[in-house]
C-alpha cells in the first residue's frame, strides 16, 4: 500500500514492512506530532478511524483508531454500517474486543445507511445499552447521494470524482448529507460530550 504523511506521499510499504518497522515507531511520532499541532490550533479536533478498532490481531499495530483517540483523551463515537447486517453484534463484539483502556472512551453508537422502521431497531437500541451501558445516538438513513467515495475499495464508476468541476455539485451533496444527518442524530448529547 502507498502511505501518506501530512497529506502528501511518503511511500510504497508492503504490510510487513508497515506494521514492523512503521507504525509504532515513526508513524506513531508523526501521528502524535500531527494531533499536538491540531490541538494547540484548533478548539475542536474531529478525528475519523480506519476500519475497526477490534481487530485484535492487528490492535497493537493499529494507531489510526483507539490509539491515537487515547492519545487524544477523546470521547469515541462508533459507527456501524447496518445495511451489511450484523450490527448490533458488531458493536457488541467491538466492545468485547477492545482492550478496557479504550472502552472508557466510546460514548455512544451511531447506525448509518438504515433503510425501513426506526421503530424496529428500538427494542435493539434498549438491549444494547443494557449490555454495553452507552447510548446509541441516532440512526443515519440510507441515502442516494452522489459524492465520491473516500475509499478506493467502495469505488463506483457512475459516482463524481474529487475535482474543481465538481466542487458546486459536491457541497449540495453535502449539505443535503448535513441536513438529513442533523435530523436523525441527538445533536444535543454529542454537543453535550464536547463540553
Excluded at 499541532?37 to 497493537?60: C, H, R, W, Y
Excluded at 438529513?180 to 464536547?194: A, G, P, R, T, Y
Aim: aromatic share 8%; no cysteine; glycine share 6%.
Amino acid at each position: 500500500s502507498i502511505v501518506y504523511l501530512n497529506g502528501k506521499r511518503f511511500k510504497k510499504m508492503h504490510a510487513q514492512e508497515y506494521y514492523e518497522k512503521f507504525v509504532n515507531t515513526e508513524g506513531m511520532k508523526i501521528a502524535s506530532k500531527s494531533l499536538k499541532t491540531l490541538q494547540k490550533n484548533f478548539d475542536l479536533v474531529i478525528m475519523e478511524g480506519a476500519g475497526s478498532p477490534a481487530e485484535i490481531n492487528l490492535q497493537k499495530y493499529d494507531i489510526a483508531n483507539m490509539k491515537i483517540a487515547k492519545k487524544a483523551n477523546a470521547d469515541v463515537l462508533l459507527v456501524t454500517d447496518i445495511d451489511r447486517g450484523g450490527s448490533f453484534a458488531s458493536l457488541v463484539g467491538t466492545m468485547n474486543l477492545i482492550d478496557e483502556k479504550y472502552q472508557k472512551l466510546v460514548k455512544g453508537f451511531i447506525f448509518n445507511k438504515f433503510r425501513g422502521d426506526i421503530d424496529v431497531l428500538k427494542p435493539g437500541f434498549k438491549k444494547l445499552k443494557n449490555i454495553t451501558k452507552i447510548p446509541t445516538f441516532g440512526t443515519i438513513p440510507l441515502m442516494p447521494l452522489n459524492l465520491p467515495e473516500e475509499d478506493s475499495l467502495n469505488a463506483k464508476p457512475k459516482h463524481i470524482t474529487w475535482s474543481k468541476k465538481n466542487i458546486s455539485k459536491i457541497d449540495g451533496e453535502l449539505n443535503k448529507l448535513s441536513k438529513i444527518v442533523e435530523s436523525n442524530i441527538d445533536v444535543n448529547s454529542i454537543e453535550k460530550m464536547l463540553q
